[in-house]
């Protein structure tokens, strides 16, 4: 199994452009989520997904942020328009289904600069 | 809102030694609590995962335990080695799945 995949591992971009993150999660596996990681504010949990629908979505920090999953094997995070502020490092972790029981697959993380 | 704290931030200590890493949780109402390792410019890597209705997991050198009522989890890890180096993070879950994480503790092993 290739774990959960992330592309691209960096990704550097200025000011205004738009940013797309992409997620594969393990095959099989049935929830989704999206986590920011920075030095100030630590992991946070931006949105997850359950059979591609988006469960919560409350960590979204505003609406320059939308998140998608089309299918069980693919998930987008898309920062439009970008800002310094949201350089951070972004994971995608998997778990097989939702329930207590699971634990969390993490990918190796996207780490975005925006200059 | 639950809060996850790890103390200290940060702990360097000689090689053969013990570790000891401490997380502590405001609401005890968890279903599980995960400890992850996370190497510099890495993704994070599982450990253990104790479900809340556990006191304890072990795995090799690694053991966490859990003590709900006081919102407490410790990993010891046994005769550390300079691999053994990295961030240690706790999460738990509660209601609605998520995890919420500690801020990690940074450790050094030196050889």
């Known amino acids: 199994d290739a774990g959960v995949i992330q592309s691209p591992r960096h990704e550097v971009t200025e000011m205004g452009q738009e940013v797309t993150l992409r997620c594969k999660p393990i095959?099989?596996?049935?929830?989704l989520f999206w986590y920011r990681q920075t030095m100030m504010r630590g992991l946070e949990l931006l949105i997850y997904?359950?059979?591609?629908?988006?469960?919560?979505d409350s960590g979204m920090p505003e609406d320059r942020f939308s998140a998608k999953m089309p299918n069980a094997s693919f998930s987008t995070l898309k920062i439009q328009p970008s800002e310094p502020r949201d350089s951070a490092v972004y994971f995608c972790?998997?778990?097989?289904?939702?329930?207590?029981?699971?634990?969390?697959?993490f990918g190796p993380g996207t780490r975005l600069t925006v200059l | 809102k639950q809060e996850v704290t790890q103390i200290p931030a940060a702990l360097s200590v000689p090689e053969g030694e013990n570790l000891v890493l401490n997380c502590s949780f405001t609401?005890?109402?968890?279903?599980?609590l995960q400890w992850f390792r996370q190497d510099p410019g890495k993704g994070l890597t599982s450990l253990l995962l104790?479900?809340?209705?556990?006191r304890e997991q072990t795995s090799g050198r690694l053991n966490a335990s859990l003590d709900k009522s006081s919102g407490r989890s410790t990993l010891y890890i046994a005769a550390s080695q300079p691999g053994d180096s990295a961030t240690y993070l706790c999460?738990?879950?509660?209601?609605?799945?998520?995890?919420?994480f500690g801020g990690g503790t940074r450790v050094l092993v030196k050889p």
């Open positions: 972790a998997s778990i097989p289904q939702e329930g207590s029981y699971n634990e969390q697959f």
């Open positions: 095959s099989g596996h049935n929830s």
């Open positions: 997904f359950n059979n591609n629908v988006p469960i919560d």
């Open positions: 609401d005890s109402a968890i279903y599980n």
């Open positions: 104790i479900q809340s209705s556990q």
């Open positions: 999460a738990v879950k509660a209601a609605g799945n998520k995890l919420t």
